[in-house]
Nanobody
Framework: QVQLVESGGGLVEPGGSTRLSCTAS????????MGWFRQVSGKEREFVAA????????YYADSAKDRFTISRDNAKNAVYLQMSSLKPEDTAVYYC????????????????WGQGTQVTVSS
């Protein structure tokens, strides 16, 4: 499996922007589709966005469309989540995850996970 480490996030004001990064190691990064998920304490983890191996195909949850952008740099073994127009309801721990299954959005299809990074949207 691939090892993943997230960074970025922190405290952001409503309407603001931030970028999350996830760096991978251990296996050939370009062999994996990547996803971002988030979880609020006491609630189930939910899908946010995913990106295919080459970075051409992207998928978003309805809550993320038009506000978030997922991208990847295979040369740097990294995937990013650019978040803008942030709302208090975007507050959560954000996780990146890797899968060999193309186009999946299901949590159970992602065997490799990072430790998560907190994003808090508040004034």
């Amino acid at each position: 499996q691939v090892q993943l480490v997230e960074s970025g996030g922190g405290l952001v004001e409503p309407g603001g922007s931030t970028r999350l990064s996830c760096t991978a190691s251990g296996r050939t990064f370009s062999n994996y589709a990547m996803g971002w998920f988030r979880q609020v304490s006491g609630k189930e983890r939910e899908f946010v966005a995913a990106i295919g191996w080459s970075g051409v195909n992207t998928y978003y949850a309805d809550s993320a469309k038009d506000r978030f952008t997922i991208s990847r740099d295979n040369a740097k073994n990294a995937v990013y989540l650019q978040m803008s127009s942030l709302k208090p309801e975007d507050t959560a721990v954000y996780y990146c995850a890797a899968t060999s299954l193309y186009g999946s959005r299901r949590i159970t299809d992602f065997p490799s996970w990072g430790q998560g990074t907190q994003v808090t949207v508040s004034s």
